[in-house]
Nanobody, 121 residues
Framework: QVQLVESGGGLVQPGGSLRLSCAAS????????MGWYRQAPGKQRELVAT???????NYADSVKGRFTVSRDNAKNTVYLQMNSLKPEDTAVYYC???????????????WGQGTQVTVSS
């Protein structure tokens, strides 16, 4: 069984910062790309940022320059540092990871349970 456990969400004022963490646990042979997605009420889930096992990153235009994605491969953990937060960043943030559980297994996507981020004064 593989689990992605997120932490770090909460309520913050506009202009503030939050740091999300997501740790993958269980039987994992290889952890490939990891990332963050978000879903606001009434909207579709959208990509926020991704990072490969080698450290290459990709960001949504709406968060470039404000958010930073990073990972600690030794801890199977991905982070999202969010600065200069805006009310439109309010959403449930989901962690995602592509991984193989054994050397002969196919890669599958796994998702965390989501953590609420609310930006409001």
């Amino acid at each position: 069984q593989v689990q992605l456990v997120e932490s770090g969400g909460g309520l913050v004022q506009p202009g503030g910062s939050l740091r999300l963490s997501c740790a993958a646990s269980g039987i994992i042979f290889r952890l490939n790309a990891m990332g963050w997605y978000r879903q606001a009420p009434g909207k579709q889930r959208e990509l926020v940022a991704t990072i490969t096992s080698g450290g290459s990153t990709n960001y949504a235009d709406s968060v470039k320059g404000r958010f930073t994605v990073s990972r600690d491969n030794a801890k199977n953990t991905v982070y999202l540092q969010m600065n200069s937060l805006k009310p439109e960043d309010t959403a449930v943030y989901y962690c995602n990871a592509g991984l193989r559980r054994t050397p002969w297994a196919s890669e599958y996507d796994y998702w965390g349970q989501g953590t609420q981020v609310t930006v409001s004064s």
